[in-house]
């Protein structure tokens, strides 16, 4: 195969790049890789960034809503990202705020369930709460979406930059 090199100079690198050229590339499922990246490399560097209280900034930052969209995805291919139903409610609620009761509509759980995931993210600051009147809405928390962007930022310019060199790697090849 043509690019052979290029998926044996992928898997000497680090195991979060191991795991997603297995996952994406070779259609391998390899649980113990995926297991190393919160304790190896940048995996483990990423997640040691948090501040002691679990949160990743210093809540001084504007909103930036393209980041929102890049941050989830950075932390999806990591598979370190939050709950597939936490994800789906951030998703819901970026665009509107909802009570817990017509988000927990969107879900086949049971409503404790929902409002366990409310409360986490309340906690993380990816929401907040606007009480109006008897009931508590839930809206997307733009800044403590923007620490974490603010934080992934350098990593994904560093992989902007290896995936220049890679194409250009690649393209050299093509024309020889």
């Given at each position: 195969?043509?690019?052979?090199?290029?998926?044996?100079?992928?898997?000497?690198?680090?195991?979060?790049?191991?795991?997603?050229?297995?996952?994406?590339?070779?259609?391998?499922?390899?649980?113990?890789?995926?297991?190393?990246?919160?304790?190896?490399?940048?995996?483990?560097?990423?997640?040691?960034?948090?501040?002691?209280?679990?949160?990743?900034?210093?809540?001084?930052?504007?909103?930036?809503?393209?980041?929102?969209?890049?941050?989830?995805?950075?932390?999806?291919?990591?598979?370190?990202?939050?709950?597939?139903?936490?994800?789906?409610?951030?998703?819901?609620?970026?665009?509107?705020?909802?009570?817990?009761?017509?988000?927990?509509?969107?879900?086949?759980?049971?409503?404790?369930?929902?409002?366990?995931?409310?409360?986490?993210?309340?906690?993380?600051?990816?929401?907040?709460?606007?009480?109006?009147?008897?009931?508590?809405?839930?809206?997307?928390?733009?800044?403590?979406?923007?620490?974490?962007?603010?934080?992934?930022?350098?990593?994904?310019?560093?992989?902007?930059e290896r995936f220049d060199r890679l194409e250009a790697i690649m393209k050299n090849l093509k024309n020889k």
């Amino acid at each position: 195969m043509q690019n052979d090199h290029v998926i044996k100079w992928l898997l000497e690198g680090d195991v979060a790049i191991q795991f997603q050229v297995h996952r994406d590339l070779l259609g391998n499922t390899l649980p113990e890789l995926q297991q190393r990246i919160k304790n190896e490399g940048w995996g483990k560097a990423f997640l040691e960034k948090r501040n002691p209280n679990g949160h990743w900034g210093q809540k001084y930052y504007q909103p930036k809503w393209i980041s929102t969209h890049y941050t989830l995805l950075d932390l999806k291919n990591l598979q370190i990202g939050p709950d597939p139903t936490r994800r789906a409610i951030l998703l819901l609620l970026a665009s509107q705020s909802l009570t817990a009761g017509a988000i927990a509509a969107n879900f086949d759980t049971a409503r404790p369930t929902v409002s366990k995931h409310l409360q986490i993210l309340t906690e993380c600051e990816l929401l907040t709460q606007e009480p109006k009147g008897r009931e508590v809405f839930y809206q997307l928390n733009p800044s403590g979406m923007k620490e974490v962007a603010d934080f992934i930022e350098p990593f994904r310019q560093m992989w902007d930059e290896r995936f220049d060199r890679l194409e250009a790697i690649m393209k050299n090849l093509k024309n020889k």
